[in-house]
T-cell receptor, first 113, second 111 residues
Framework: GAVVSQHPSWVICKSGTSVKIECRSL??????MFWYRQFPKQSLMLMAT?????????EQGVEKDKFLINHASLTLSTLTVTSAHPEDSSFYIC?????????FGPGTRLTVT | SQQGEEDPQALSIQEGENATMNCSYK?????LQWYRQNSGRGLVHLIL?????REKHSGRLRVTLDTSKKSSSLLITASRAADTASYFC???????????FGTGTQLKVEL
């Protein structure tokens, strides 16, 4: 199957700083990628849809000014958590793929202290 | 909001036994997918069943779909310790590839 990578795999940052997470499709082009957030022992919650060359669309309740998404190329989408707070600590996962099959990155564990 | 509810939330079985997980969803679908997630890792696609299919097999996996009841089940036969993971059903309400996940079942297979 296709491969999606994420970088970094884990990051610890201080409250108030910004963190950028990269999501790359390694062997396919993705005009659309998705960003999810997962709290411990919970399911994945869709945060936003990243669209190549245009603005991301955010799910209800997700602050677009806090979670900045950039999809500058067909193989790269970035999620920047701005002014991070401890409650933003979570597991962030991206996906991209074909119409009926999504390929997921390995996830990024963000801890805000 | 979650599209699907899964039960049980957690399941612990012995190696060699079968594991059954159930998923219910709310809206009409074109297909339903099952994913596996090992602890702290990304998701792995297991199987997709289309709305006009009632049952599908892949190796030790058997998936059923009952669109009249808006429910699906995943059966893992002859379970192995390596099957220990969380399992999620996912649908794309309205079509497309924007997935909504169920609440998940944490499966533990003990030796």
């Amino acid at each position: 199957g296709a491969v999606v990578s994420q970088h970094p795999s884990w990051v610890i940052c201080k409250s108030g700083t910004s963190v950028k997470i990269e999501c790359r499709s390694l062997d396919f082009q993705a005009t659309t990628m998705f960003w999810y957030r997962q709290f411990p022992k919970q399911s994945l919650m869709l945060m936003a849809t990243s669209n190549e060359g245009s603005k991301a669309t955010y799910e209800q309740g997700v602050e677009k000014d806090k979670f900045l998404i950039n999809h500058a190329s067909l193989t790269l989408s970035t999620l920047t958590v701005t002014s991070a707070h401890p409650e933003d600590s979570s597991f962030y996962i991206c996906s991209g793929g074909l119409l009926y099959e999504q390929y997921f990155g390995p996830g990024t564990r963000l801890t805000v202290t | 909001s979650q599209q699907g509810e899964e039960d049980p939330q957690a399941l612990s079985i012995q190696e060699g036994e079968n594991a059954t997980m159930n998923c219910s969803y709310k809206t009409s679908i074109n297909n339903l997918q099952w994913y596996r997630q090992n602890s702290g890792r990304g998701l792995v696609h297991l199987i997709l069943i289309r709305s006009n299919e009632r049952e599908k097999h892949s190796g030790r996996l058997r998936v059923t779909l009952d669109t009249s009841k808006k429910s699906s089940s995943l059966l893992i036969t002859a379970s192995r310790a390596a099957d220990t993971a969380s399992y999620f059903c996912a649908t794309a309400p309205g079509g497309g590839n924007k997935l909504t996940f169920g609440t998940g079942t944490q499966l533990k297979v003990e030796l």
